[in-house]
């Protein structure tokens, strides 16, 4: 069976850091492409990040660039997401997502498996 946990959500202050993590099994990571997404109250889910299977490729929403960072670890069979300089405007629920193959940013119906999200809050 296929699973996503993702966990390392909180409550932050603004400019604060926190670090996700998302962890699979069932599955090995390496051979999947991994996105971060995230729902805000009232709002769609929207991509924040995503990660090719070989890591070669990685790309973060415009909106975050420079405050947010993806990285894996495949020997963990772990994916993460680096958010530095946090707005309340970040605070939502945020999930990881994986699909068989290389490449980055697909439909969110295209992706085998989803976490079940981790909440963060950016409040002061």
């Known amino acids: 069976q296929l699973q996503l946990v993702e966990s390392g959500g909180g409550l932050v202050q603004p400019g604060g850091s926190l670090r996700l993590a998302c962890v699979a099994s069932?599955?090995?990571?390496?051979?999947?492409?991994v996105g971060w997404y995230r729902q805000a109250p009232g709002k769609e889910r929207a991509g924040v990040a995503c990660m090719s299977s070989s890591g070669t490729r990685s790309n973060v929403a415009d909106a975050i660039k420079g405050r947010f960072t993806i990285s894996r670890d495949n020997a963990k069979n772990t994916v993460y997401l680096q958010m530095d300089s946090l707005l309340p405007e970040d605070t939502g629920v945020y999930y990881c997502?994986?699909?068989?193959?290389?490449?980055?940013?697909?439909?969110?119906?295209?992706?085998?498996?989803w976490g079940q999200g981790t909440q963060v809050t950016v409040s002061s």
């Open positions: 997502a994986a699909r068989g193959g290389d490449g980055c940013w697909f439909p969110r119906n295209e992706y085998d498996v």
């Open positions: 069932g599955f090995m990571m390496e051979y999947y492409a």
